[in-house]
Structures are given as C-alpha cells and as structure tokens.
C-alpha cells in the first residue's frame, strides 16, 4: 500500500533568489553563443564588399578576391603544419618526461617553467625571432640550400637575412609547444596507475610500459592537444608579421626571401593604413581565417568529445 | 628439522647483467670531454675562428647517445638498451624546450635593462618625442585600463556560465556551451579584434574608429572562454557532499552556490582569472586593430586611440626613427615590461593556488 505515498515527488520551494539566479546563469552562458554568432555576423555583414571588390582595389595585382586570399589562406596552413611537425614530436617528449622520467620532486617546476613559455607575449616572441633566432639560423639555411638545394623544398637563393617561413615556423613552434605540452601532460598524468604498475609488474621497462599503457590511453589527448597547437599557430599574428619578409605568392620552398605570408599577418600589416573597401577586404580575409579555425578547432573537438566515450580521459 | 642450505659462490643477482648505476652521467661526460677534444684540435689547427661550443654540445650529444645504446646493449640487451635510448632522447628534447626560453628571457633583460633602467621609462609618454629619452607611461595606464575593463567584463559572464555549467546545465543547451565555449578558446586573437572593429565601425557608423573600449571587447572575447574552462574546472573539484549537506539544512539553491560552492573554489577561480589575465595582457593583434597607437596618454576609454604595452613595442620596432637604437631599445624596454607583469602574474596566481587550494588528487 505504498504506491501513492511514493509516486509523490517533493517539489523544493522557488525562492526568488533561485530564480534570479539560475536565469542569471542562463543568461550569462547564452551571452557565449551569442558572441560567437555574433562574430560570424558582424565579419561577414562587412566583408560583403569585398567579395564584389573591382581588381585596382587590391594591393598587389589580383582579379577578386578569392585570388587575393589564397596564397595568403595557402601561407597560413603551410606554416602552421611546418609548426606543428616540429613541436608535436617534441611536446609529447617533454610532456612525458615530466610526467614520467624527471625525480617526482622536480617534475611540478619543471612544467612550470614550460609553462611560462606559454605566458611570453607573441610581440616578444617576435622581436626575439628578428633579433636573435634569424640571423642564428641563417648560415644553417645557407650550407643546407649549397649542400641539399636538389631538394625542392631547399631550393635556392638562399635568405640573406633569415626571415623566411621556416624561421617562423620554428617560433611558431616554440610557441605552441608549451600549449600541447600542457595537455598532454595531463592526459599523460591521468594513466590509470594501476595499469602502470602491472606493466612494470609483469617487467616491461619504462619505454614498454609508456607504449603499451601511457600512450594508447592518451592517443585522444594528443590528437586534441596538437588540433588545438594549430589552431594557435594559425591565428598566431604579430611573431609572423615581424619576422616574416613577406611576398603574396603559393611557394614551398623554405629558405628563400620570397615567403607566402599569413591572413593574420597580413591583416596587422596592412590595417593601420587601409581605408574604404581595403578595409572590408581585410575583414573578409580575416572572416576566411576565423572559419578555417572554426573548422579546425571543431574538428578537434569533436574527435575528443567521440573518443572520450571509451578511452577513459574523462 | 634444520634447513639445509647450499652455499655457492656470491654473485648479487640484483646487479647482475646490469650497467652502474652513474654510467649515463660518465659516458655523457665521456663523450663531451672526446668531442671537446676533437673541436679543440680543430681550432688550434687553425680551420675555424673560434672554438665551436654548439657543435661540441649537438655532436657530443649524439655520441653520448650512440655510446649508451651500444654499451646497455651488449651489457643488457636490446629492451633495456631501448629504454635508455627513450630516456635520453626525452630529456634532451626538454633541455631543447628549454633553450628558447632562456634565449629569450636572457635577450629581453640584457636588450631591455638599459631604458627599462631609465627614470623617464615610468613617468613620462611618448608626447613630442624624437630619438631617444620619453618613456611608456601612456602604454602602462592604456595596458592597466582596457585589461581592468576586460576583466570586469569577463568574470561575471565568465563566472556565471561556468557555474551554469556545472550546477544546472543540463541537456542541448549545456551540452552546446561546453562545446562552443571550447570552440572560443581557438579563436585567433586578430579575429577578436576584427569582429570589435566590425561592431562598433558599424554602430557608430565611423570607418576609422578607434577607442580604449574596443579593445576591452576584444579582449573579453579572448578572455570569457578561458575564465569558463578554468572556473568550471575549479567547481567540479568541490565534492558533492558538500552541497549535499547543505541542501539537507535546507539552505537554497543559490546560496549553496554563494555561501558553500564558490568559497570553496576560491582560490582555484582565483588562480583561472589571473591566468587569463596573464594571457590576454600580452595580445597585440587586436589591440593594434581597434585601440590603436597614439603617443599621447589618454585616460578617456571612449574616445580617441589609446596606447597599449604590447602595441608600443610593436610600434617602436615597427616604425624606427633617425635614431634606430633608441626606438629598439625601448622596444625591448617595453617587451622586458610585460614579461615581468605576466610573470608576476603567473607566479602570484602559482602561489596563490598552492597556498589556498585543497589538496585534492594528484
């Protein structure tokens, strides 16, 4: 005879407070979708002119737009996928070994010091590419196009002064490697130890032990961890505007002076003085730039979001 | 009864078929002290203008790498030699992780101390200024004001959806937050100064806008998803049976949340908002875009451009004057600034959180 008593939910009593409150809440997070819609809609509502944009409204010799943006669109993916090929590889190496090879009592400083990378302005990182890193590498880049300039990727005349695309890929690099790092770190962190311990149990060495329990359960992680890396060093703005000398044009090679240069660079170096329509060309190279990022970092997201299911990093 | 037991010659099987202990240290050493050796007779033979640090630390390196996989290899056997290989390879990746970032810190205080060091570099703008003297004032109070109102802006909204998100969102609408909040956090910086440009150009229907104002805008843009990821992160870490508690007194919903929830995560919230401080207050791109560059002070968000750190030293390299030096030694004076503010920043949010947090997990 207890059916009726317990069908009978308790409803708590609405205060105001609560009320106001939660709306509060909603409010504030609908505000976040709201901004990106809005985003998206304020850069498109004024790049609408460019995309009719007359070809003497272009800077540099260009028939529409869409021609205009591709070397620039081409300049931004290639550098970004140069930074990453350098600082994935190395990212993981240092994510594990502060996680796993450094003395337990260090490891905790020394994340925090690959952290403090992350917190260094991009305009430092760009006055330290010009002034310290270019002119570094530049004999390097000089001996590579003698020896190996067969190769297309080194085919010369070589640099003078070191400001081309490979060198802001490398601080490209620098500068996503504390942000994947960090990530892996703590995917890296979030093994199951007990998974560990049987491997080690069972006498695996380290390094076994680390592809067989530590790597597999982090595979999502890094995937995510390197999506989000390009994201960064595509929308990364004032190292490339300074570093790089640029030239709108599609080129693979790496060491010469012409360099196909990137949207946001671009846009920072021509914005100060554009005006009339150069100004909504900008915003439409900018509005391309945000979807390819969009693009990017969605992607990411949702590969995280479909593995986490059943890897565990949750 | 008694145990017999066979006695056979000592031979410690716990050390047995392996290297000692200090080997990676003494072969490391080893091969500096061979590669050292060889660059030496390079030099004094006269072939190269100065002794080769760099090559005498890359090729004794890889020696030292080669020399160890060979001896673990025949002493060990190819897995433990493997492993010694891995554990080489990954801290010589961190020690090259580690050269940037001495490279740069070290450029920025030998290249910036001297203006930094300059008296006029905290009291005076650039107003009327040619070559060298003046100073950053203008960018320091620009910097202070659109990254205060940023913050203003962003922690409450920040704030609130984190709490949304973990309190009582449930269903399409959290679930689409959590996943365009972490969709925000990979907008690029210059995209957030575009989209202020595009507001406000638009509702004040002024082409060449330029305000203090935008520039928080942009920030906030860049600085809301990080204030929500940090702070949700925090208010999952309070355990349940704290607000459980609370709900058997019969203590609101939202004051649970005020009085309980928030206080715990105190210090984490804390730590979140000065991290994305930090982060924001080096942007340039946007910054560049709606607040402009001006020589001036302005204290007026609304009107007029205003100066900023990061844009300043932009500025002082980008357009150098007759007197090149003066200009990038300010450029580094400024880049020198915001490291130190950034830094402070991170290591005040580091302590803040050691000291206040609970110790939860590892």
Known sequence: ?314 | MTTMTVSTPVSNSLTAGKLPKNTPLMVLAASWIVVGAIFAVVFMSGATESYNWVGTLFFGTVLYCVVLYLFSYFVEGVRRAKDRLVTALVTIAFVVALIPLVSLVGTTLINGLPAFLTPTFFTESQRNVVGAGGGALHAIVGTLFVTGLATLISVPIGLLTAIYLTEYGRGRLARGITFFVDVMTGIPSIVAGLFAYALFSLLFNDPGIRFGFGGSVALSVLMIPVVVRSSEEMLKLVPNELREAAYALGVPKWLTIVKVVLPTSLAGIVTGIMISISRVIGETAPLLIIAGFTASMNYDMFSERMMTLPVFVYNQYASQGADSQAYIDRAWAGALTLIVIVMLLNLVARLVARTFSPKLGR
């Open chain 1, 1 to 314: 005879m207890t059916t009726a008593v317990d069908r009978i939910a308790i409803k708590a009593k609405e205060r105001p407070g609560d009320r106001i409150f939660s709306t509060a809440t909603v409010v504030a997070g609908s505000l976040i979708l709201a901004v990106l819609a809005a985003v998206a809609i304020f850069l498109f509502v004024q790049s609408v002119p460019a995309f009719m944009a007359a070809p003497d409204d272009f800077k540099g010799d260009f028939s529409n737009f869409w021609s205009y943006v591709a070397p620039l669109a081409f300049g931004t993916i290639w550098s970004a996928f140069l930074a990453l090929l350098m600082a994935v590889p190395v990212a993981i190496a240092v994510a594990l070994f502060i996680s796993h090879f450094a003395p337990r009592k260090l490891a905790q400083g020394l994340g925090y010091l690959i952290d403090l990378l992350a917190a260094v302005p991009s305009v430092v990182f760009g006055l330290w590419g010009i002034g310290v890193l270019a002119p570094l590498v530049q004999p390097f880049y000089a001996s590579l196009v003698e020896w190996f300039g067969w190769f297309p990727l080194f085919a010369g005349p070589v640099s003078g002064t070191g400001r081309t695309i490979f060198t802001v890929a490398i601080v490209l690099a620098v500068m996503v490697l504390p942000i994947i790092t960090a990530i892996c770190r703590e995917i890296f962190l979030q093994t199951p130890v007990l998974y560990e311990e049987a491997s080690l149990a069972l006498g695996a060495t380290r390094w076994e032990m680390i592809t067989m329990a530590v790597l597999p359960f982090g595979r999502a992680g890094i995937i995510s961890a390197a999506m989000l890396g390009l994201g960064r060093a595509l929308g990364e703005t004032m190292a490339v505007a300074m570093v790089l000398s640029p030239s709108p044009q599609i080129l693979f090679q790496l060491f010469t002076s012409q360099n196909p240069t990137t949207i946001a660079a671009n846009i920072a170096l021509n914005f100060p003085e554009a005006h009339g329509v150069g100004v909504n060309i900008l915003l439409a190279t900018g509005l391309v730039l945000f979807v390819i990022t969009l693009i990017v970092n969605m992607i990411a997201r949702v590969i995280i979001n479909r593995r986490k299911a059943f890897s565990g990093a949750n």
